[in-house]
C-alpha cells in the first residue's frame, strides 16, 4: 500500500512512516520542508496523488483562537486534494475527550477537525489518544516560576508516542473505521504528581506546587482526558519511560 504522511517528519509522523516502511509499505513524508502547506494548498494534490491512505499529523502552530482557522483551512485543502486524488481513506490523530473541554480553543479546533472528516466524502479513520508523555516536560516547563512548578490536579492518562504511532500505523493499514479509536496509556496520575514523579527520576532543583488554576489543563473539568471502558490501553508505563 501507498501512504501519504502530512506531518509526516514530526513527532509521531516520523515513527508512523518508519514503521508503515518497515513492513513492507510505500510512506512517503510531507510537511513544509517537502513542500507541502496545508494552509494554502501547495504541493497538496501532488502529495497525495496515487496514494491509497492519507495520514494527517500536521498541527497548529498556536493553541489560541487561531488554531480554529487552521483546521479549518487544512482539513478543507486536504479533503479536496484527497477527493481529486481519488483517495480511499484518510486517517487524522485527535485527543481524547476533546468533546469535554470546550473553554480551551485548541480543542475545540480539533473538534472542528474531526467534524470536517466525518462530513466529507471520504472514508475516513480517528485515532484519539491521551496526553503523549514526551509532551510533560514541556507542560512544567510552562508552569515553572523560579525554583517552583506550578500544576493543577487534573487526572491525566499519559501515553508513550511510539504506542501512539503504533496505533495510528495499525488503524492506517486497515479497512477506515468510519469512527474512532481511542488509546491512552496504562495510569492515571494527577498531573501534579507527574510533576514530582519526573522530578524524582530526573532532579533539577525544582518543586512542584499544586495550583488549580495553573496553566492549560486547570480548564478542564474533572477526568474527561482519562479513558473510559471502551479505550484500548497501551503498554508503557511513565515509570519506564522516564527510566
Request: glycine letters at 10%.
Amino acid at each position: 500500500m501507498k501512504f501519504a504522511v502530512i506531518g509526516g517528519t514530526g513527532l509521531i509522523g516520523s515513527q508512523v512512516v518508519r514503521k508503515l516502511n518497515a513492513a513492507g509499505h510505500e510512506a512517503v513524508p510531507h510537511s513544509h520542508s517537502t513542500g507541502v502547506d496545508v494552509i494554502t494548498g501547495q504541493g497538496l494534490e501532488e502529495a497525495v496523488a496515487g496514494a491509497d491512505v492519507v495520514i494527517n499529523l500536521t498541527n497548529s502552530p498556536t493553541f489560541d483562537n487561531a488554531s480554529l482557522a487552521f483546521f479549518r483551512s487544512s482539513m478543507d485543502n486536504l479533503l479536496a486534494a484527497c477527493r481529486k486524488g481519488r483517495v480511499g481513506h484518510v486517517v487524522i490523530l485527535s485527543i481524547v475527550g476533546v468533546e469535554q473541554v470546550p473553554g480551551l480553543d485548541y480543542y475545540r479546533a480539533k473538534v472542528l477537525q474531526e467534524d470536517i472528516l466525518k462530513a466529507g466524502p471520504i472514508p475516513y479513520s480517528i485515532v484519539r489518544a491521551t496526553q503523549f508523555m514526551e509532551f510533560i516536560d514541556a507542560v512544567m516547563s510552562e508552569g515553572t516560576e523560579g525554583d517552583t512548578v506550578h500544576l493543577p490536579a487534573t487526572p491525566l492518562q499519559p501515553i508513550a508516542a511510539q504506542d501512539v504511532s503504533d496505533a495510528v500505523a495499525e488503524v492506517a493499514e486497515g479497512p477506515p473505521l468510519n469512527g474512532t479509536l481511542d488509546i491512552a496509556g496504562p495510569d492515571v496520575f494527577p498531573l501534579d504528581e507527574l510533576g514530582r514523579i519526573t522530578l524524582r527520576a530526573h532532579p533539577d532543583g525544582r518543586t512542584v506546587i499544586t495550583d488549580d488554576g495553573a496553566g492549560m489543563f486547570a480548564a478542564v473539568p474533572g477526568d474527561v482526558l482519562t479513558a473510559d471502558s471502551g479505550t484500548r490501553t497501551a503498554p508503557t508505563h511513565y515509570a519506564d519511560w522516564l527510566s
